[in-house]
């Protein structure tokens, strides 16, 4: 029973993490591309905060690929993964004079997509 693996594509999204996207971006570069194994390695290294959410998405991605799809970890490779913005807490900081700053913490919506390695 062979499957058609070329449009296999699975998928594992995390909403509203209370990380800045311009902090997670850079993060999410490093293993864009790269296979599963690598880029868990890569991640568990990483000295930045975002690694650990970006490393909790990709474990669903490849269980979700293995659960639902029976595929094997080892012949995953990373296809697409991004980060878009999501809600903005606005919060305000005292300053001089009776003034106010505002403070943004941003939230993002962390998107990873594993397919099968071409095998060419």
Excluded: C, W
């Amino acid at each position: 029973m062979a499957k058609n693996t070329d449009s296999l594509e699975v998928r594992a999204t995390a909403k509203y993490v209370r990380v800045a996207p311009r902090k997670a971006r850079t993060v999410i570069a490093l293993v864009r591309g790269k296979s599963v194994e690598k880029a868990l390695e890569i991640l568990q290294f990483s000295t930045r905060a975002a690694a650990v959410d970006i490393a909790k998405v990709l474990r669903s991605a490849v269980a979700n690929a293995e659960y639902n799809n029976h595929l094997h970890a080892r012949d995953l490779v990373v296809k697409y993964a991004y980060v878009d913005e999501g809600p903005t807490l606005k919060r305000i900081r005292p300053r001089a004079k009776g003034s106010a700053s505002r403070i943004n913490k941003r939230m993002s919506h962390i998107t990873v997509v594993v397919a099968p390695r071409k095998e060419a």
